[in-house]
């Protein structure tokens, strides 16, 4: 499907608005992703991406722990929430720790 412009002519005095065109796409045309994010994208490795990962990280970590104390009544070991939370971002386990702090209810003596 394809928003755009009416082809006729247009003609003096009318208001002309866009419509939906449907046209049938070749097989080789692939397309991907959203035509206008609804978040900022950062580009990789900058500030803005780091600024933006960690706070989200720190709050996916604090999902999957309140979800599994709901479900099972405890909460997760660290190498089920290095798996779980985001297992694409191949984040290093110091600042998986560093973001845990943060979020975790845990007793060092247990």
Same mark, same amino acid.
């Given at each position: 499907?394809? =928003?755009?412009?009416?082809?006729?002519?247009?003609?003096?005095?009318?208001? $002309? &608005?866009l419509g939906v065109v449907l046209r049938e796409?070749?097989? &080789?045309?692939? &397309?991907?992703?959203?035509?206008?994010?609804?978040s900022r994208v950062y580009a990789?490795?900058?500030?803005? $991406?780091?600024?933006f990962i960690g706070p989200f990280v720190s709050y996916q970590i604090a999902?999957? =722990?309140s979800r599994s104390e709901a479900r099972d009544g405890?909460? =997760?070991r660290f190498d089920e929430i290095q798996a779980s939370v985001?297992?694409?971002l191949r =984040?290093? &386990?110091?600042?998986i720790r560093q973001r845990l702090k943060m979020v975790a209810l845990c007793d060092k003596n247990t």
């Open positions: 499907m394809i =928003l755009g412009r009416n082809a006729g002519v247009s003609v003096p005095g009318r208001h $002309e &608005s796409l070749p097989n &080789s045309v692939f &397309s991907v992703g959203q035509t206008e994010p609804r990789p490795n900058t500030q803005g $991406e780091k600024h999902k999957a =722990l405890h909460g =997760l985001m297992p694409n =984040l290093q &386990s110091t600042s």
